[in-house]
């Protein structure tokens, strides 16, 4: 999955079993991403909670190498919806649950995590977030557990 990330293939999927380590794993390409300019991501999930894995390990992550210091804003309430990073130098993180479609027309986005997207609709992406990340050439990033079979 790296490899692939390095190499710059803009759309990137990971299929497992539950606890296989998929968000952990999503967390850590996007994490370096933060530290760049201007660069915007989202962790879009069905709800809230199920957005807060990937942003749990981006935040530890960010305590571990001192950067969430440098942050100008940072959020980590679950129960209120609020988990979001930013920084000074215009990057930023936030989660946005998909169960509220409207709230999805917002920022152009760089990177685009779609946190259990066998739980999402099949119309969010088309209908609501292609537009987000294409308009900058951003890159989606799919680590969910299949619906059935």
Same mark, same amino acid.
């Given at each position: ?37 201007? #660069? ?11 957005? @807060? ?61 779609? #946190?259990?997207?066998?739980?999402? @609709? ?28």
């Amino acid at each position: 999955m790296a490899d692939a990330w390095d190499a710059g293939h803009r759309y990137l999927a990971m299929f497992a079993y539950p606890r296989a380590g998929k968000s952990w794993g999503a967390a850590k390409l996007i994490v370096p991403e933060l530290l760049k300019h201007d #660069c915007h991501i989202w962790l879009t999930a069905p709800t809230y909670e199920l957005g @807060s894995k990937e942003f749990g390990y981006v935040w530890n992550d960010l305590i571990t190498t001192g950067f969430l210091q440098m942050a100008s804003s940072k959020h980590y309430d679950k129960r209120g919806g609020n988990m979001t990073v930013e920084f000074p130098w215009g990057s930023f993180i936030k989660v946005i649950s998909a169960d509220n479609p409207t709230a999805l027309r917002a920022e152009e986005l760089d990177v685009l995590v779609l #946190c259990e997207a066998s739980a999402l @609709s099949q119309d969010i992406f088309y209908q609501h977030l292609f537009a987000r990340v294409e308009k900058r050439h951003g890159r989606v990033l799919i680590p969910t557990t299949p619906k059935g079979f």
